[in-house]
Every structure is written in structure tokens, then in C-alpha cells.
Nanobody
Framework: HVQLVESGGGEVQAGGSLKLSCATSGFDFRSYTMGWFRQAPGGERDMVST??????????NSAKGRFTISRNMPKNSEHTLYLQMANLRSDDTAMHYC??????????WGAGTQVTVS
């Protein structure tokens, strides 16, 4: 049973920081490109950052220099994806989703965690 469960969202003031986590199970985490996406009300779901199975990292221009994606893959234990977000701005306000893909399309989505910057 595939699970991606996000946590760490919340409300912060502009300039503040949050660290999102995505706990995963039920698929071969090490073989997937993992990523964070976000969707503001009325907007599209856009990529924020991805990390490939080989560890190649990409960021959207809006995230460069402010966000850091990372992952923890201990043996015989739950694998987790993170997104450290700093210097948050009001336009970062969105539902943030964890995703896993092994092709050009996303295979699995989490339910999302809300980030609100005031």
C-alpha cells in the first residue's frame, strides 16, 4: 500500500522558515524521482523542487536560494523527503504536495500540507 504523508506546514510570517516532511512507504523510494509541488487557490500545480534517484536536484526559479530539498533513506526503515523553506514570502502560500515519479508523469501524490505566509 503506497503512502506519502506530508507534514510540517503551517502559518508563518514573511521572512520565516518551515520544514516540510513527506513520510513514504509501499514503493521503492530509491528508484523514484521525488519532488515537491504546490498549488495556490485558482492556480496550477507547479513543481517547486525535485531530486532524482541519482540525487540530481532541480529547483523552480522561485525556490532557488531559499529552499533546500533533501531525503533520508535509512536501511530497513521509512524513507522521508524534506523541503527546508527559508525567507518565505506571501506568494509561497499554497498547498504543498509530495510526489513520486519513475517516468515523466507523477506516479503517486500525497494529500498535501498547507503553507500560509502572512
Amino acid at each position: 500500500h503506497v503512502q506519502l504523508v506530508e507534514s510540517g506546514g503551517g502559518e508563518v510570517q514573511a521572512g520565516g522558515s518551515l520544514k516540510l516532511s513527506c513520510a513514504t512507504s509501499g514503493f521503492d523510494f530509491r528508484s523514484y524521482t521525488m519532488g515537491w509541488f504546490r498549488q495556490a487557490p485558482g492556480g496550477e500545480r507547479d513543481m517547486v523542487s525535485t531530486i532524482s534517484a541519482r540525487g540530481i536536484i532541480k529547483y523552480d526559479n522561485s525556490a532557488k536560494g531559499r529552499f533546500t530539498i533533501s531525503r533520508n533513506m535509512p536501511k530497513n526503515s521509512e524513507h522521508t523527503l524534506y523541503l527546508q523553506m527559508a525567507n518565505l514570502r506571501s506568494d509561497d502560500t499554497a498547498m504543498h504536495y509530495c510526489a513520486a515519479s519513475c517516468t515523466q508523469y507523477v506516479s503517486f501524490w500525497g494529500a498535501g500540507t498547507q503553507v500560509t505566509v502572512s
